[in-house]
């Protein structure tokens, strides 16, 4: 039997979750790093007004920073849709208003649907009439019963 390779999570629609670049002989994700990047960035303002209140110990801010953006926007929920927190965040904030969301997309009400199946009574003058038996045809298997009653469809053909 021939070998067979899963090529899914090369092509797939999460082919770039696991790919991995070297930073400064650190192997780490594209997006971990991205997201680690944009956060230092985003503390550098808050960073420079600290460092002037607390000298040297202001370099904790960016340090905070980072955490919270790997929190945010690289790590998961470990249940349900296992959205991004962020994601979860924002649809919890949305949902305030009485409007149910999942994944950002607004969860339509419910709605009740109720299937049962119907008989239509038959008279003795349609016991005249051809009737015509299918595999589909749900009298056409209960005509036979073991030891029942057969049903009021059913006593007519």
């Known amino acids: 039997m021939p070998v067979v390779y899963s090529l899914t999570e090369l092509t797939g629609r999460n082919r770039n979750e696991n790919r991995r670049m070297v930073v400064m002989t650190f192997e780490v994700k594209r997006r971990t790093f991205m997201v680690s990047i944009i956060s230092f960035a985003a503390s550098l303002p808050l960073t420079?007004?600290?460092?002037f209140m607390f000298g040297v110990w202001a370099l904790i801010v960016p340090v905070i920073f980072i955490i919270g953006g790997l929190w945010l926007w690289d790590s998961r929920q470990r249940?349900?849709?296992k959205l991004l927190n962020y994601q979860a965040i924002v649809d919890g904030r949305k949902a305030q208003n009485g409007v149910l969301y999942a994944a950002g997309q607004p969860v339509p009400e419910p709605v009740l649907v109720m299937h049962q199946r119907q008989f239509i009574p038959l008279?003795?003058?349609d016991s005249d009439a051809p009737v015509v038996r299918s595999a589909d045809n749900l009298s056409a298997s209960r005509t036979r019963s073991r030891g029942r009653r057969p049903s009021a469809e059913a006593r007519y053909l």
């Open 48 to 51: 420079g007004v600290a460092g």
């Open 79 to 81: 249940k349900g849709l």
């Open 123 to 125: 008279t003795r003058a």
